[in-house]
């Protein structure tokens, strides 16, 4: 049995205990460590340990969390080197100035968050969020650094603006206002913004969901601004309630930069099981979706995809829902977000704003931002390929290892060893009556094989 070290234990356990969730490591023995019941036992306890942390989706992603699993891949300090980035900017920026760090308020490992204020503005705050570069980042560096410059100059009623950006060919980093009420998510949890990400949302006190008219209200705000990106060409892919920045009754998004960045969206673990979900816009749907169970009911759903939805404000809100997380949906695709729009749930919903949109990307970054938006669909698209086929291969070696089919493989085997034996047995006895045929006179009568039937006798 692998050996777990202490300090891992303990930074697993601290994650555990952020959380709000209560759940001891099974226990060790001084003498009689090695029996083999006692091994036995502690593995089954350990494994319980495992799942539900790894079940769970906001701790699997906790940064402890993936030291604890990973420890070889996860043993940089990426605080320390936010720190290191943001001190270099704030070289040729001398105007602004930390206030303070906001620790672990995302669920990100490697994107780090600042209060921040500008000198001769002290009582005004803004974040600073600091991120490098993920697995989907496509864009050249000349382009990247282009599109990043350019998100200060979008203004849209339904995304949050950003003060200022800037980026280098491994990381980025944003100024934002900083809101004292905080995210949708915060609203829907009831929590303070500056708390751990963890702590926040982990294991809620109390559940509960959101008015109707805020549902629909928001819900349609949401899917404005999504179909304000498709039309420009810019993909998103990262809806989720923290996502979404609330200021008076209307919903911001945020983290536009996420997909410039290649940042892994939050569901992804999600989607990337279905292969109908293979477009950026196909995944924002999706994401919807979460995001529609999650204002709804105060809390994510169970599984998906969802098999029943529990009773809601409205059968509207079940429609929505059913067209986005059911079974059927997973399995035969999304809905467009115009056709979401034109839902009950959103078609009556007056929008009272009188800002227009602007977003204006030169054509050359547009079409740079279509041949990545391919290439990170492809991406998508081959590894739910590879998920699909080890799906099928588990199941045929747990089928194969199954109680039933082993029964089903020893009556085989034994009607096997009786056929051969039987053909064996019809074999010696042909060889014995050709045998007897050569030898014997013209009197003797022949002998029959006992495979071929007797001819009836005619003889009295």
């Known amino acids: 049995m692998p050996v777990v070290p202490a300090t891992q234990e303990a930074e697993a356990g601290e994650s555990l205990e952020i959380a709000g969730l209560s759940l001891p490591l ?22 319980n340990y495992l799942n539900v942390i790894t079940t769970n989706h906001i701790l699997s992603n906790c940064e402890l969390v993936k030291k604890f699993l990973d420890p070889n891949n996860y043993s940089a300090n990426y605080t320390e080197i936010a720190l290191q980035q943001v001190s270099m900017f704030f070289r040729s920026e001398p105007k602004w100035e930390v206030v303070e ?24 705050r803004l974040v600073l969020s600091w991120a490098d570069l993920g697995p989907d980042k496509y864009l050249s560096d000349k382009d990247f650094q282009c599109l990043i410059k350019l998100l200060p100059s979008c203004l849209h009623p339904y995304i949050y603006r950003v003060t200022f ?34 702590k926040k949302y982990c294991n809620p006190k109390k559940i509960q969901g959101l008015e109707l008219q805020q549902i629909k209200t928001y819900g349609r705000q949401i899917l404005e601004v999504l179909k304000f990106l498709h039309d420009k060409g810019f993909p998103y892919g990262h809806l ?35 292969r109908k979900i293979n477009t950026l816009e196909s995944v924002d749907v999706h994401c919807f979706g979460h995001l529609l169970y999650e204002m709804t009911y105060g809390r994510p759903p169970d599984s998906v995809p969802v098999d029943s939805f529990p009773p809601a404000p409205s059968m509207a ?11 059927e949906a997973c399995k035969n695709g999304m809905p467009t977000v115009s056709r979401l729009l034109q839902m009950p749930l959103f078609s009556d919903v007056l929008l009272t704003t009188s800002e227009k949109p602007q977003f204006k990307i030169p054509t050359k970054l547009k079409e740079a931002l279509r041949i990545a938006k391919e290439c990170i669909e492809k991406r998508l698209i081959e590894e739910q390929k590879q998920i699909h086929q080890h799906r ?69």
């Open 392 to 460: 099928r291969l588990t199941r045929a070696q747990s089928h194969h290892g199954s109680e039933e089919e082993r029964k089903k493989r020893k009556i085989l085997a034994r009607k096997k060893s009786k056929r051969s034996a039987l053909e064996n047995s019809e074999e010696h006895s042909a060889k014995y009556s050709n045998s007897n045929n050569s030898a014997g006179s013209g009197a003797s009568s022949p002998l029959t094989s006992p495979s071929s039937p007797t001819p009836p006798s005619t003889s009295g």
């Open 26 to 47: 099974p226990p060790k023995k001084l003498i009689g460590n090695m029996d083999r019941e006692f091994i036995a036992e502690r593995q089954k306890g350990l494994q």
């Open 165 to 198: 950006a800037t980026a280098n060919e491994s990381s980025a980093l944003l100024i934002r206002m900083f809101n004292e009420k905080g995210t949708l998510k915060d609203l829907i949890y009831k929590a303070k913004p500056k708390d751990p990400f963890l």
């Open 240 to 274: 989720h309630a923290s996502n979404v920045m609330l200021d008076g009754d209307t919903c911001r998004l945020l983290d536009l930069e996420n997909s410039l960045l290649g940042l892994p969206s939050f569901y992804r673990s999600y989607f990337s099981q279905f």
């Open 101 to 124: 760090p906001l620790k672990d308020i995302g669920w990100r490992i490697r994107k780090k968050y600042f209060l921040m204020k500008i000198k001769n503005q002290p009582k005004e």
């Open 317 to 327: 809100v079940v429609a929505v829902l059913e067209s986005t997380l059911s079974c």
